[in-house]
């Protein structure tokens, strides 16, 4: 199966540690987003990245989270000194091409982060 | 700022009925409607779109609506199916900006009942 692979599935954390969250997109796709939901919510966008830059990350927190999406290995998002507000399913979905459409979005199934 | 609105947070109906999922969107740049099911503890899976030079979309069992003035569309699902139970989310796309990204409504949680 050569879908979206997310990791970790479920991550905890304690208030003021990291998260690191990485997303393997399909074979193929060198466009990555990643979503967020918090609890109720739907999900919401956050950065829009191809490999080794970022596209747009107007719905990304301005400190604390970046990411990034190397020439070689998964995309990262990184949280730094996290807060219970952060608890929420982060997603990532890849594309084979800027300007898709027709459903070429493929979702991973998601890394749960809970910060105690 | 809630550009797209699903205000109805769930939804039950008798297997073999019809299934009727609503969605509002106030951004007129909107060109692009996905509706995509979710499942729990699992990724959302695309279902169908619609261009907004169209005003019907079907596949199979699921037809989508769009009706431009209104700034509404709908996902009709007709027989409904016990496995069609998940969260339905509507989603759309500005695509001046060329990036893909996706606007989500809330979602709606559909129940099929046998």
Known sequence: NAGVMQNPRHLVRRRGQEARLRCSPMKGHSHVYWYRQLPEEGLKFMVYLQKENIIDESGMPKERFSAEFPKEGPSILRIQQVVRGDSAAYFCASSPRQGWNTGELFFGEGSRLTVL | ?114
């Open chain 2, 1 to 114: 700022d809630q550009q797209v609105k699903q205000n109805s947070p769930s939804l039950s109906v008798q297997e073999g009925r019809i299934s009727i999922l609503n969605c509002d969107y106030t951004n007129s740049m909107f060109d692009y409607f996905l509706w995509y099911k979710k499942y729990p503890a699992e990724g959302p899976t695309f279902l169908i779109s619609i261009s907004s030079i169209k005003d019907k979309n079907e596949d199979g069992r699921f037809t989508v609506f769009l009706n431009k003035s209104a700034k509404h569309l709908s996902l009709h699902i007709v027989p409904s199916q016990p496995g069609d139970s998940a969260v339905y989310f509507c989603a759309a796309s500005d695509g001046s900006s060329n990036t893909g990204k996706l606007i989500f409504g809330q979602g709606t949680t559909l129940q099929v009942k046998p």
